[in-house]
């Protein structure tokens, strides 16, 4: 597999990985909006947004967005002063591969990389948080009030995943 930046030639190719687990999504009675595709394909070459895609033998398997910044309503100010990338909008194919964890894993390798010393991440679904603090082993910082809906902020130290296998 090989992880790179998503240029403006990646939009078909996350619209149509997007588009699948929007699918998946909708068949396990999971709450989504269908313009998620688009708007995730709409950023791919967009400068003002970081994206990444995740190849598996050319094919898109997977996307992310990686930010230097943490939305500022979410973290104090001393917080926003130490180094971290905030991991945002991870999309894969459905399949049994853990690809949003081989994405989670490469993050924590590119901090370390460029100098970051935590990844942070945010959701509102409660079954994430469950399976990022129990099975991917992030901490939850703090839940924030947002638009009407709960937002859980987790933390993991930056660290070097050598053994990932992931080519950039």
Not at 37 to 49: L, S, T, Y
Not at 70 to 78: K, L, M, R
């Amino acid at each position: 597999m090989q992880i790179r930046p998503a240029d403006s030639d990646d939009q078909d190719g996350i619209g149509a990985m997007v588009a699948k687990r929007v699918r998946w999504m909708k068949a396990q009675g999971l709450p989504v909006s269908t313009r998620v595709a688009e708007a995730m394909a709409e950023q791919a070459g967009d400068e003002a947004v970081p994206n990444w895609v995740l190849l598996d033998d050319g094919k898109i398997v997977g996307c992310t967005s990686i930010y230097t910044e943490s939305p500022p309503w979410a973290f104090t100010e001393e917080e926003q002063a130490v180094p971290a990338l905030f991991l945002a909008s991870t999309w894969t194919v459905p399949n049994n591969r853990r690809l949003g964890w081989t994405l989670a894993l490469w993050t924590l390798d590119h901090a370390v990389r460029k100098g970051h010393r935590e990844v942070r991440r945010g959701t509102f679904a409660p079954a994430l948080v469950r399976y990022y603090t129990d099975v991917q082993g992030w901490s939850i910082l703090r839940q924030v009030e947002r638009r009407g809906k709960t937002c859980t902020f987790l933390a993991r130290a930056a660290e070097e995943r050598p053994d990932l296998g992931v080519l950039n």
